[in-house]
């Protein structure tokens, strides 16, 4: 018992705590990613509440602006439908009073009754015909504007600095895709022109109501306020449920896309008992909230149908009591309380909307809480555009750290002209990785600066600078699409041989042409039908059909062997010829020849020199090299 409580605990701080008290990026599991970052730590998570629900309503109608006229056409169906519906209940009254029980006595009338109810049937056939056009308009209406939703947020995600992807999971980001947006669609599509609906015919049918019967009418009002009351007293309650139902449902889905993503580490450690237990905890919490959620919205229905009926029987017997004693006619208490019950519909079917609203004001508000993350910095007026780039890099006193009071680089200063290779040797967590994110501005430093051919590259045009560099990551990426379309990625404008030259030059040719069609076979799950060491020679050769001046391998050849990596040392070689490099290893057999070495340790370069000069000094780089110490 206590082991689970434990972990319970240990998947609310990974996830964020998401499903008990809001929302806030977990990093997820070992950290932000590549070296140092972020994570989820001294970010506080909003209150599982909507902090203005008014202004989230006033973004979604936004939405709709370019479909007014749809929408002006849908309500004018929707008043169309509505006052159809109340012509066709108040026709029942003459129907019956001239034609059935006539109130001078006579027989009644079949041939006018045939007339009467034929007519009642084309006033419920306009109803009818008017409600199929207005629900078509309205879900093209809706279609339309999730359409443009996904494209600003999806658009809005392209611009998002790195340090966001660090600290949110995938799954959760996901879920604002899906769950999210759709939550929103069925609020668009079906909500608001079922409160739009209910509102006319509450105004109708009162007004009906106190045309028929003033002295019924004022029982109806007794009870109203009664059913207002009692749903907003549930209305209340369930609000914060659907909310907190989205967050769970949120890192559940962030769970699930780790687990399959990390299938293989799973099962290689035996998890997948710890993974079930995990996965029920949060499953377990999901539920909790969504039968709070659901019965509170669920029984919004059954009280306002009762007290409907309370109405509905004391109409009855008043009404009754009033055609007996004061000449009250029949159809005219037959018409009434078809009304009462009438009037009733409209709130309970506003009241059961209310779930609908507070779960899509969930969705949309962590839709936009997206939108509304600061996007990378705007590159200033000047920015210098590149054009070539030489590729001589500086850095001057450098110091940065992911979180402002934890300083993870201490005062780095190197330099590398074009062509050399410049070495980073270290324990994991020393700042390798961190010195390359620098040159990429996925992050901006504290202190110091960083220049690029004698331009602070915060004076650099930001895409201009990432199209001069070249990155090789341990962790290797293929996309959808055959494999001459990854190699391409790497310049867009590749002629084929350009891009055969590239796999010769990273030695994935041969392997590529054992495949069932070489270049052109399709590549799917990021490449799954590769080995690890296949997939890497794909990375290299897509850096290598780069024309960037700058190169970057971040254990770059860390899932090729031994003998491969040898096979393609000439091929990389070549690619670094001309080129500034910047190369992270654990083996430092690859950077026997770099014209730098860089030892860090603890953020701070300790030791620098060529491999001859390093091994002279018998430092670190010497006792790491002849093994007497280990790269954790």
């Given at each position: 018992?206590?082991?689970?409580?434990?972990?319970?605990?240990?998947?609310?701080?990974?996830?964020?705590?998401?499903a008990?008290?809001?929302?806030?990026?977990?990093?997820g599991p070992?950290?932000?990613?590549?070296?140092?970052?972020?994570?989820?730590?001294?970010?506080?998570?909003?209150?599982?509440?909507?902090?203005?629900?008014?202004?989230?309503?006033?973004?979604?109608?936004?939405?709709?602006?370019?479909?007014?006229?749809?929408?002006?056409?849908?309500l004018?169906?929707?008043?169309i439908?509505?006052?159809?519906?109340?012509?066709?209940?108040?026709?029942?009254?003459?129907?019956?009073?001239?034609?059935?029980a006539?109130?001078?006595g006579?027989?009644g009338d079949?041939?006018?009754?045939?007339?009467?109810?034929?007519?009642?049937?084309?006033?419920?056939?306009?109803g009818?015909?008017?409600s199929?056009?207005?629900?078509?308009?309205?879900?093209?209406?809706?279609?339309?504007?999730?359409?443009?939703?996904?494209n600003?947020?999806?658009?809005r995600?392209?611009?998002l600095?790195?340090?966001?992807?660090?600290?949110?999971?995938?799954?959760?980001?996901?879920?604002?895709f899906?769950?999210?947006?759709?939550?929103?669609?069925?609020m668009l599509?079906?909500?608001?022109?079922q409160?739009?609906?209910?509102?006319?015919?509450?105004?109708?049918?009162?007004?009906?109501?106190?045309?028929?019967?003033?002295?019924?009418?004022?029982?109806?009002?007794?009870?109203?306020?009664?059913?207002?009351?009692?749903?907003?007293?549930?209305?209340?309650?369930?609000?914060?449920?659907?909310?907190?139902?989205?967050?769970?449902?949120?890192a559940?889905?962030?769970?699930?896309?780790?687990t399959?993503?990390?299938?293989?580490?799973?099962?290689?450690?035996?998890?997948?008992?710890?993974?079930?237990?995990?996965?029920?905890?949060?499953?377990?919490?999901?539920?909790?909230?969504?039968?709070?959620?659901?019965?509170?919205?669920?029984?919004?229905?059954?009280?306002?149908?009762?007290?409907?009926?309370v109405?509905?029987?004391?109409t009855?017997?008043?009404?009754?009591?009033?055609?007996?004693?004061?000449?009250?006619?029949?159809?005219?208490?037959?018409?009434?309380?078809?009304?009462?019950?009438?009037?009733s519909?409209?709130?309970?079917?506003?009241?059961?909307?209310?779930?609908?609203?507070?779960?899509?004001l969930?969705?949309?508000?962590?839709?936009?809480?997206?939108?509304?993350?600061?996007?990378?910095?705007?590159?200033e007026?000047?920015?210098?555009?590149?054009?070539?780039?030489?590729?001589?890099?500086?850095?001057?006193?450098?110091?940065?750290?992911?979180?402002?009071?934890k300083?993870?680089?201490?005062?780095?200063s190197?330099?590398?002209?074009?062509?050399?290779?410049?070495?980073?040797?270290?324990?994991t967590?020393?700042?390798?990785?961190?010195?390359?994110?620098?040159?990429?501005?996925?992050?901006?430093?504290?202190?110091?600066?960083?220049s690029?051919?004698?331009?602070?590259?915060?004076?650099?045009?930001r895409?201009?600078?990432?199209?001069?560099?070249?990155?090789?990551?341990?962790?290797?990426?293929?996309?959808?699409?055959?494999?001459?379309?990854n190699?391409?990625?790497?310049?867009?404008?590749?002629?084929?041989?350009?891009?055969?030259?590239?796999?010769?030059?990273?030695?994935a040719?041969?392997?590529?042409?054992?495949?069932?069609?070489?270049?052109?076979?399709?590549?799917?799950?990021?490449?799954?039908?590769?080995?690890?060491?296949?997939?890497?020679?794909?990375?290299?050769?897509?850096?290598?059909?780069s024309?960037?001046?700058?190169?970057?391998?971040?254990?770059?050849?860390?899932?090729?062997d031994?003998?491969?990596?040898?096979?393609?040392?000439?091929?990389?070689?070549?690619?670094?010829?001309?080129?500034?490099?910047?190369?992270i290893?654990?083996?430092?057999?690859?950077?026997?020849?770099?014209?730098?070495i860089m030892?860090?340790?603890?953020?701070?370069?300790?030791?620098?020199?060529?491999?001859n000069?390093?091994?002279?000094?018998?430092?670190?780089?010497?006792?790491?090299?002849?093994?007497l110490?280990?790269?954790?």
């Amino acid at each position: 018992m206590m082991d689970t409580e434990k972990r319970r605990q240990s998947l609310k701080r990974r996830y964020g705590n998401r499903a008990a008290a809001g929302e806030r990026g977990p990093g997820g599991p070992g950290g932000p990613g590549p070296g140092h970052g972020p994570g989820a730590r001294g970010q506080k998570g909003p209150k599982r509440m909507p902090k203005d629900a008014k202004r989230t309503v006033g973004r979604l109608f936004h939405y709709l602006n370019e479909e007014k006229s749809k929408m002006a056409l849908a309500l004018f169906c929707v008043i169309i439908n509505t006052a159809a519906t109340l012509a066709g209940s108040y026709l029942l009254r003459p129907i019956i009073n001239t034609y059935i029980a006539p109130t001078d006595g006579s027989r009644g009338d079949g041939a006018g009754l045939a007339r009467g109810l034929l007519a009642m049937a084309a006033v419920y056939l306009i109803g009818v015909v008017t409600s199929y056009f207005q629900a078509k308009v309205m879900v093209t209406v809706a279609q339309n504007a999730l359409t443009k939703l996904r494209n600003d947020l999806f658009a809005r995600l392209q611009v998002l600095p790195v340090r966001y992807y660090d600290t949110n999971s995938n799954g959760d980001i996901m879920s604002r895709f899906t769950n999210d947006v759709d939550t929103i669609g069925n609020m668009l599509s079906s909500t608001l022109v079922q409160l739009f609906s209910g509102a006319l015919s509450l105004i109708g049918t009162f007004c009906l109501m106190v045309y028929t019967n003033i002295y019924l009418t004022i029982i109806t009002l007794v009870i109203i306020p009664l059913m207002m009351k009692a749903g907003g007293a549930v209305a209340r309650r369930s609000q914060k449920f659907f909310s907190a139902q989205q967050y769970s449902l949120g890192a559940l889905n962030g769970y699930i896309e780790e687990t399959i993503t990390g299938q293989k580490v799973v099962k290689v450690f035996c998890h997948e008992e710890t993974a079930k237990e995990e996965f029920k905890i949060l499953n377990q919490e999901l539920r909790d909230h969504q039968i709070k959620a659901q019965f509170f919205g669920g029984i919004m229905g059954p009280v306002m149908g009762n007290l409907s009926q309370v109405n509905y029987s004391l109409t009855a017997c008043i009404g009754g009591l009033l055609c007996v004693g004061k000449g009250f006619d029949v159809g005219g208490l037959t018409v009434f309380l078809n009304f009462s019950r009438q009037f009733s519909r409209p709130i309970n079917e506003i009241s059961m909307q209310i779930s609908n609203i507070f779960s899509a004001l969930a969705g949309a508000e962590r839709v936009f809480r997206v939108m509304d993350e600061e996007p990378e910095p705007k590159d200033e007026k000047d920015a210098v555009v590149f054009e070539p780039m030489k590729g001589h890099v500086v850095f001057d006193h450098v110091t940065f750290g992911y979180e402002p009071e934890k300083i993870i680089l201490n005062d780095i200063s190197l330099y590398a002209k074009p062509g050399q290779k410049i070495a980073f040797v270290g324990s994991t967590g020393a700042g390798k990785t961190t010195i390359t994110n620098l040159i990429n501005r996925f992050y901006d430093i504290q202190s110091g600066t960083i220049s690029i051919d004698g331009v602070e590259i915060r004076k650099i045009n930001r895409e201009n600078l990432r199209k001069n560099i070249a990155m090789v990551l341990q962790d290797t990426h293929l996309f959808t699409g055959t494999v001459r379309e990854n190699i391409r990625y790497g310049r867009l404008d590749a002629t084929d041989e350009e891009v055969v030259k590239a796999a010769k030059t990273a030695s994935a040719h041969s392997f590529i042409m054992r495949l069932p069609k070489g270049y052109d076979t399709m590549l799917e799950g990021d490449g799954a039908n590769l080995s690890q060491g296949q997939r890497q020679l794909l990375n290299i050769a897509r850096a290598a059909i780069s024309k960037a001046p700058i190169l970057i391998l971040d254990e770059a050849t860390s899932s090729v062997d031994t003998r491969t990596e040898k096979h393609i040392e000439h091929g990389m070689d070549r690619l670094m010829a001309d080129r500034t490099t910047f190369v992270i290893a654990h083996r430092l057999s690859t950077v026997r020849n770099a014209n730098a070495i860089m030892v860090l340790e603890n953020g701070r370069i300790i030791e620098r020199g060529d491999h001859n000069e390093l091994v002279a000094e018998k430092g670190r780089y010497y006792q790491l090299y002849t093994g007497l110490l280990e790269l954790d």
